[in-house]
């Protein structure tokens, strides 16, 4: 019932510009209750309804609601009848030998084969499963380290298998598949289905449902030897995982995006993929996602407690150095508070429109029950369509109760006392300050950086600072949210001698000599000859700032190598633009 093509269809009848509504059979259009109550969509809004194989569901005439109620019914038990037939129909072919799943790497299946019997291993795989298992086991060897070495030996994953080169997980799947050492499974998961929305989700059967088959002439391994290697791999494993078997996730149920900033606020300005801790084995270094997966060679990683203290500082500093408003941006704020009117009265009567939809389909449910007939998926539904009422009615409510019809600007003093008010006694390890913080924030791009006299490269953060987020009033706030809105660019490295007193330096020239001006400035005497060779070397360039945006990776950098790897194709999320 999520399809788009029936929601277009509810749409359409609704619009009342059709007069005729066709089809083969109701169970082509929708399913379960879910017919009987486009019929009485059609009928509420005076348009004809016809079925052409369920004789007598036609809106038009008498007695249709029978037609249409009997037709879900049967369409509903149908197709039970039929799953159930189905599965039982699976068990005996399975225990039969048949039932064949998707054939994994290691196996043929001959043009024809209904059994197992007739299953036959690959010579040519026996080889290089048995390498496979030499390496888990003796080499300690990771799924990923399998992966790069099959990729290397240009080995097949297998026919059915979709991926065109091994990876980390595809290893670990065949790895753990019991056919190795002779045993198929079958019924190791079931479908349930989500009747809200119709659709299917698959989960774990229950140990009674799973079936076992032994096929001997299929075993590459003995089934000690498979069950010692399987046990060895997962104890070495076991620090990966949440919780262990038959135990509850203790991460379920659980925001898992509690990190301490700047985790999940940076992203990659090359491919738009987003930093992570943990970057070239440093956990408080961040690193692109992509470049970790060769998918970007933007590599360069962001020290995280230098990060989160220029970005917070500068944040700090620019709510320090805010001005009272002038009449100018009071116009601004007015304007965008009419702009924000238009749109509340566009909701609003979208709102009360839904609402009139919800309480005639409630009328509806209402009258079924009263008729006697019971039905769980009606009471469902029923109780689905008063939380939505009751949603719907406070949603048209609210705006006409929180909104006052005039506003007041806060001055930038009172703008300061909030900042300081919402991260006062806030450690900057902490996830409330990364919460906070990413609220004025937002999304954080990080780009590639490099002197224009080459040099190490290092990363700038370029995001917009929405102060609105500091203002308790919702809808203030939402006026304001252009109006305070400032584009920022702040450095995540410590700069170079050379290019942090390239002024002090030129300013003391005039009256000093480089010797002297180091001195006073406590640097070296190169590191002021470097200084001034920075600014000549600006000047030939017309450059006003000694960094240069990097477009590519550098061909003379040493650290900046992840395109250079056999795995690497730049890949960018699509839609993302580089700023």
Known sequence: IERAEYQKLLELVESEQYDLVLTEDLGRIVRRVYAFHVCELCEDHGVRLISINNHGVDTARLGWRDAAFFAS???????????????ERLRARFLAGGALPNIIFGYVKP????????LRKDPVAETILKEWFRRLDED????????????TQSVPTSQSCRKPKWDCHLVSQITHNPILKGIRYHNKRKSRRINISGRYKTEKAPPEDLLERHVPHLAFFDSEYYDRVLAKLDARNAKYRRA???????????????????????????????????????????????????????????????TARNISEAVFAEIEALEDFDPAFRALVEAETRRLETAQAKELRENTR???????????????IRRGDHSDVIREELARLEHERKRLQCTIASPQEERPPLRVLPTAEEIKHLAGKAFRDLARESYEFCRQLRDLTG????????????????????????????????????????????????????????????????????????EEAARDLGITKTAAQRAAALDRRMQQLGLSDPYVPLTEPPPDSRKMIRHLHPRYRFEPLEGHEAL
Not at 77 to 83: I, R, T, V
Not at 268 to 297: M, P, T
């Open 140 to 151: 300690n060897a990771s799924y990923s380290e399998i992966a790069d070495w099959l990729n």
């Open 73 to 87: 019914y049967f369409y509903e038990k149908e197709n039970q009848d039929k799953s159930l037939r189905i599965k």
């Open 244 to 306: 262990g078997r038959g135990e509850a996730d203790p991460c379920q149920n659980r925001p898992k995006k509690r990190v301490r900033f700047p985790g999940q606020a940076l992203y990659c300005n090359i491919c738009g993929r987003l930093y992570v801790f943990g970057g070239h084995g440093q956990k408080d270094h961040l690193v692109c996602s992509g470049a970790r997966e060769y998918r970007c060679w933007n590599s360069i990683t962001a020290d995280g407690p230098l």
């Open 354 to 368: 839904e609402l009139s939809r919800v309480e005639r389909e409630l009328s509806n449910l209402v009258a079924f």
């Open 443 to 514: 999304r954080i791009f990080v780009c590639p950086y490099r002197p224009c006299d080459g040099g190490q490269i290092v990363l700038r953060a370029k995001f917009r600072l929405r102060l609105s987020g500091l203002l308790p009033d919702k809808w203030l706030g939402e006026a304001l949210r252009r109006p305070l809105e400032l584009d920022m660019t702040v450095d995540l490295f410590e700069p170079p001698q050379r290019i942090a007193f390239r002024e002090e330096i030129l300013a003391r020239r005039r009256d000093q000599t480089e």
């Open 111 to 118: 043009t024809g084969t209904k059994t197992d019997d007739d």
